[in-house]
């Protein structure tokens, strides 16, 4: 940010005076962030204390200096920080670096008032697309800038002008470590308030934060409408000049955002700053060159895919090889079309519970529960990549056995009881944290180096029905099982080695938790392992 000499700064402060009864003087604009060119107004704002009218234009030249003022009413300045009521025309100019000339404490208040606003906004718009996976989100402080930055220039697109030479211009570094202050203080309050978490450079939101600012698009889209209308009409407002001067100032504006200049990338694309606790963050077309990257794989790799599960799953084994090496990962394509697995299983057990169907909402809740689950001490693969154009999850692949292979030898040998009994106690500790599986068919269950790990998560969730998890295991089981005997002997096993509540054993003896799977299972299947259920 570039100072003005004292000279500079005694003319402005003279000419302002002479204007009303000043509560504050700042400078901004070309002067302030350095890249002025000969002849370049000084953008003046001046707060004024009980004026004719809230918001006025002035152009003078004083002593040689090209004065471009804007007069507010210093109240009128906190409304429109604070409620967005004269929409940003004024506080707006706040974003990017000024200089307080003459009452910097309350240039400070306007300032952080107005991006604190700015940050719980932009804050909700990600709540709203991002839903739960918002909570994993990784967000600098500059992603609240641009994203600001790129609607407001949506708005008025003669600005981007002005942006592209604050932050790419020479002084690009200084201005941003300048504007972020600001931001930095605001976060602070959000803090203290439970709304966002401190991560190293970057902020979080907090479960709280997300419940509270979360709002539909149709909303916020009806409010941005608003305040474009507003800015316009205080605009004109405020413009009571001669025709000459606003001819000037127009060709002005058009000349300079005719002239070549590069958008830095974050004013581009504000979302590419944005980044996963765990796993690429991808926007656009590419998901697959960027994961062949990151597995350190030369440009020029070939890749082998197969399906891997049963008919409905869009879960698929890749391949990727380059001449030197080879990397395997498992890649789960959340696809509408194939959504109609969940809409029939939704249908079937909607008694019971519901279950996620659209695509994004199963992505999201795959990835939380890997996430959380994984942190309760509970295998789980590693994400290495999430593609929301494409809605594409990559996980590391893990070599193992089924669960079902071991199901098998327990039914016709007796063995792979360490196996299941370890399950059994993972899925006891998931209902102990309050996480219900969803899905837990023992082919969604990797054995590796005698641990399970869990696969298909996409209808895992905290307060999940851990009743529904007892019943699809053991009843489902009974595809496997060659006998009411062995079924039985399965049931006794599970709650032998079951260890979170009684009651959630009980509860999945109720018909309701059976009626689903009657269709699969043997009827002296499901009632021999009904009651070893009901005599816990």
């Avoid at 107004?41 to 006025?56: G, Q, T, W």
């Avoid at 003022?69 to 974003?95: P, W």
């Avoid at 606790?277 to 590419?286: C, P, R």
């Avoid at 519901?354 to 689950?373: D, Q, S, W």
Wanted: charged fraction near 30%; glycine fraction near 6%; include cysteine.
């Amino acid at each position: 940010m570039k100072r003005l000499s004292e000279e500079e700064v005694e003319v402005i402060k003279e000419f302002c005076y002479g204007r009303g009864k000043v509560h504050a003087i700042a400078a901004y604009g070309s002067k302030v962030a350095g890249y002025a060119k000969p002849g370049s107004d000084y953008d003046i704002l001046v707060a004024i204390e009980e004026p004719k009218e809230k918001v006025r234009y002035m152009y003078e030249n004083c002593k040689g200096l090209n004065l471009s003022m804007l007069l507010v009413d210093e109240k009128a300045l906190i409304e429109d920080a604070e409620k967005a009521e004269l929409g940003e025309f004024v506080v707006g100019r706040l974003l990017n670096p000024y200089l307080p000339l003459v009452n910097e404490e309350y240039w400070r208040k306007v300032e952080i008032a107005f991006k604190k606003r700015v940050i719980k906004e932009e804050l909700g718009e990600l709540a709203d697309e991002f839903n739960g996976m918002a909570l994993y989100l990784k967000i600098p402080l500059k992603y609240f800038l641009f994203s600001k930055l790129k609607k407001r220039a949506t708005i008025y697109p003669p600005a981007l002008y002005s942006y592209a030479m604050t932050y790419s211009g020479p002084r690009g570094r200084d201005n941003l470590r300048s504007t972020l202050k600001g931001f930095r203080e605001a976060t602070r309050d959000l803090i203290s308030e439970g709304v966002i978490e401190e991560e190293g450079d970057t902020c979080r939101l907090t479960e709280k934060g997300l419940s509270i600012l979360k709002s539909p698009f149709f909303k916020r889209k009806v409010i941005q409408i608003e305040r474009g209308i507003k800015q316009y009409l205080v605009h004109g407002i405020a413009g009571k000049v001669g025709f000459d001067v606003v001819l000037k100032e127009t060709y002005s504006k058009i000349s300079r955002a005719s002239r070549f200049y590069e958008l830095p990338q974050d004013l581009r694309e504000p979302k590419s700053s944005l980044s996963l606790i765990e796993g690429d963050l991808i926007f656009k077309e590419g998901w697959l060159e960027k994961l062949g990257e990151n597995l350190g794989l030369s440009k020029y790799f070939k890749v082998e895919v197969r399906p891997m599960g049963s008919f409905f799953s869009t879960t698929y084994l890749y391949k990727l090889r380059d001449r030197e090496k080879e990397e395997k990962v498992v890649v789960k394509k959340f696809l509408d079309f194939w959504s109609i697995k969940w809409i029939i299983v939704g249908m079937i057990a909607k008694p019971i519970r519901p279950f996620g169907v659209r695509p994004m909402t199963r992505l999201e809740k795959e990835y939380a529960a890997c996430i959380e689950l994984r942190k309760a001490g509970i295998l789980t693969p590693r994400i290495l990549l999430v593609s929301l154009r494409d809605r594409v999850l990559v996980k590391e692949y893990v070599e193992g056995k089924s669960l079902s292979d071991f199901l098998k030898l327990f039914f016709s040998k007796g063995e792979g009881v360490d196996e299941i009994s370890a399950f059994v106690q993972t899925l006891s500790h998931a209902h102990k944290i309050g996480f219900g599986i969803g899905d837990t068919k023992p082919e969604n269950v990797i054995v590796t180096k005698g641990k399970p790990l869990l696969v298909d998560l996409e209808q895992a969730e905290k307060g999940g029905d851990p009743s529904w998890d007892v019943a699809e295991f053991l009843y489902y089981s009974c595809w496997y099982a060659p006998s009411k005997d062995k079924a039985e002997k399965l049931a006794k096993l599970f709650v032998k080695k079951y260890f979170y509540d009684e009651e959630v054993l009980r509860n999945a003896a109720k018909e309701k938790y059976v009626l689903p799977f009657r269709t699969i299972a043997p009827d002296d299947m499901i009632e021999a392992i009904r009651e070893v259920l009901r005599s816990v």
